[in-house]
Every structure is written in C-alpha cells, then in structure tokens.
C-alpha cells in the first residue's frame, strides 16, 4: 500500500523505502492522505510542513506539491521528468484544481514561463486568478494579470437579499440566492473586503476591469441588480438588502477606504447606483465615523450629487439615525453638510428636523 511506503518517506526511512519498493508497492500510488510517495517526499523536504500541508487540497500529485512549496526548481525539475502543468488530478470539494491554482512566489512564475493555462477554470467556475485573490497572494495575481489571465470571467456565487414578505404580511426575511460573481467580487471578497483588497483592486484595474459592471441575482421575484461598489456600501448597513453569503457586522476602517478610493480612481460611478444613503443609515453616534465620513468626502470630491431627481432617502435616513447625544450632533452637523455641498437644500426639510429632535440651533450650523 502508498500508505506504508509513504510512511517511510515521513519517518525519514532510506531502506524501508527500498524495502517497500521492491516489495511492489507503486510509486505512483495515491496514499489515503490524498499524496503520491513523491508528493510525500516534498512535502517533507519543506520547512513549513503544517503550512503546506493545510494548504493543499484533498488529493494532488507532486506538482501541486511543488505548486504550493513556491520552489520553481522543484516545478521545472517535475516537468522535465513528465508532469504536467496544467496536470487535473487534484481535487478539491470535488472540482478540478490545477498546479497554478496553487502556486505562490518563485513557482506562479514558473508555471506560467512553462506554458500552464492562466484562464482555465475548474468544475466550480474557479480560475488560477480567482484561487490567487481569494489567498490573498499579490504577486502570483499580479503576475497572472500581466500574463492574461481574464479579469472578467463570470461565475456564481452565493448571496444574502433583503425581500418582502408578501402575501398581505409586513415586514422583510433575508434569503440566501444565486447571483453573478467576477474577479472583481472576489477580490473584495463579496464585499467583506481585507487589508489586500485595495491592491487587488488596482491590480485589476490596470487590466481594465469594469469597476461598473453590473451584477444580478437569479431566480428573484425581484430584478436585483448591483456594482461592487453598492455591495459593500450596502454590506455595512444595519439592515443590509444585499451583502456577501458569509458578511458579518462590517463598518467602515481603513481597509474600506482604501478599497473605495481605488474603485472611485478606477472610474466607479458614486451616483448610480445611489449608494450615499447606505452611508448615512444607522445610529449615531458612529462608531466608525471618521472612515465613514472620509467615505462620503470621496464621493463628494468625485462628482456626487443630489437633486430633486435625487430622492429623499439619505436625508431621511441621516435625520433618522440622529440620537440626542453631543457626539451625534457633530456627526450630523459633518455628514449633513456633505450631502449640502452634494446640493441638499435643507430648508425644505425643517418639518423632518424638528420631527428628529434637531435643535434650531444645530439647524443654523447645519
């Protein structure tokens, strides 16, 4: 059995490997471990074995090994001998995963000089560049987008919405769906966004990704339609109606800003569709005031404005989360005079005010 054989490759066993060799185990055998004796052998070369390890997936030859080690000795050392860079066997929650799905550092870079395909995507609609975004890996998508790989490809993915009850019933239910997903989506990670997200962003969009791609939801009553933008504007709501399958309670930080300002120099639309009124929603005061508000200035600076075609909804909304806290009265003073620059007359809305509980006196500095 590979299982034995392998067994001596991790026990650091020379001739118990000979012993089992010649015994006629097969060298090319798959252990129940899911690793061929040669995988097993470079895994075991490696330094950071747990890391590695975690890393692969459930069954993959030795180039996948190699993939995930980021050696690019090791992956042309494999190839000279016969293995594949486009090799299919591994797998993983029952897709395909290719060798460069995996790969990090020095090994991407072999992989792509060595002719592996940079767009092919598995079963589950994941390619090399996808897999490279959701680890978070820099360089391997940025080596992967400078050699081609589709920064457009669509695939599905899970989504939470907000809808109406119906049938005569008040009130809304959240629903997991099925909308349209794209490198994009993944790179801000359906909206959650990480640290890295704003350099994925640029990536992208050096590659002339459409910042203002639409994306839908199937099989909805509903025809919801949104931009990336919108998903995590929305996402850091307290009633999101749409946000990513696995969202938490998400605020505004810097990682938002970043991410944001690069999807605004990119060409984002800040007016359509309208997303400053998920901004001015909640209560205050805001916990994340100062990233929620740079948010607005950005838009601000970026051409957003509102008229009488504009609707009502972000000052409702402001008017609405305003609280009788000292704290919340320099909130509301800032953001309302955002949305005034934006072309907000607040003359027209003194019934609300005094309805929200604003002072006259916070009206005059408003």
């Known amino acids: 059995m590979a299982d034995n054989l392998c067994r001596h490759i991790e026990g650091d066993n020379l001739y118990g490997v000979k012993e089992a060799i010649k015994a006629g185990i097969s060298i090319n055998q798959y252990s129940a471990a899911g690793l061929t004796p040669l995988g ?21 030859a030795a180039i996948h090994c190699a993939s995930v080690t980021g050696s690019a000795d090791l992956i042309r050392l494999l190839v000279d ?33 060595l002719g592996a395909d940079v767009s092919r995507r598995n079963a589950s609609g994941f390619t090399p560049l996808l897999h490279a975004m959701a680890r978070e890996d820099i360089a ?30 008040e009130g809304t239910e959240e629903r997991l769906v099925e909308g349209t997903s794209s490198p994009l989506i993944v790179a801000c990670h359906q909206g959650r966004l990480r640290p890295t997200s704003f350099e994925m962003i640029k990536i992208l969009a050096s590659a002339g990704v459409d910042v203002n791609r639409r994306y839908c939801i199937k099989n909805t009553e ?26 938490r309670n998400d605020q505004y930080s810097e990682k938002e800003v970043a991410a944001i300002r690069e999807l605004i120099t990119a060409g984002a639309d800040v007016n359509n569709p309208p997303i400053i009124d998920y901004l001015c929603q909640g209560e205050m005061p805001f916990s994340d005031f100062e990233s929620r508000a740079k948010v607005m200035e950005m838009l601000l600076e970026h051409g957003l404005r509102l008229d009488s075609q504009s609707g009502r909804a972000p000052q409702l909304s402001l008017l ?32 609300e005010m005094e309805l929200a509980g604003v002072l006259a006196q916070l009206y005059d500095q408003i």
């Open 40 to 60: 097993t052998a470079i895994l075991y070369l490696c330094l950071d074995k747990a890391r590695i390890r975690s890393d692969l997936p459930e069954v993959c």
């Open 320 to 351: 609405k989360s305003f609280t009788k806290h000292p704290e919340a009265e320099i909130h509301l003073i800032r953001m309302a005079a955002v949305l005034a620059k934006a072309g907000t007359r607040w003359d027209l809305y003194k019934t």
């Open 140 to 169: 391997s998508t940025r080596l992967l987008v400078a050699n081609g790989a589709d920064v457009e490809i669509e695939r599905m993915a899970r989504h939470r919405i907000r809808i109406e009850l119906g049938n005569g019933t």
């Open 81 to 113: 001998h016969g293995a594949d860079v486009n090799d299919p066997s591994g797998i993983e929650y029952g897709a395909q995963i290719l060798p460069l799905c995996l790969s990090i550092e020095d090994a991407t870079k072999a992989l792509i000089e």
């Open 222 to 247: 509903s025809n919801v339609r949104f931009t990336v933008l919108s998903l995590i504007c929305s996402s850091r709501t307290p009633t999101p109606f749409i946000k990513g399958a696995h969202a």
